[in-house]
């Protein structure tokens, strides 16, 4: 999502999230295979069943950081921290 100018994506809240959505997929189709993960580990999310409450919280904040930049794409509005 940061290799995406989100000036080039139509506004959210004139053209709709839903078309904003879809500029949003074909900008991220078009730059497959250019951007690479830092490592194979980096591209995976982890199954936390079974683990303690330490590493399901861990898990849900890797998840959120992961999601933060897509739903700021998506809809133009930065994620409060």
Do not use: K, N
């Amino acid at each position: 999502m940061r290799a995406i100018d989100p000036a080039t994506l139509p506004d959210p809240g004139q053209d709709g999230v839903v078309e904003r959505a879809r500029a949003l997929v074909r900008a991220a189709a078009a730059l497959r295979g250019w951007l690479l993960a830092p490592s194979a580990e980096a591209d995976e999310v982890h199954d936390p069943y079974g683990g303690p409450i330490t590493f399901f919280r861990s898990i849900g904040d890797e998840i959120h950081q992961a999601l933060d930049p897509v739903l700021t794409a998506l809809t133009g509005v930065p994620a409060r921290r």
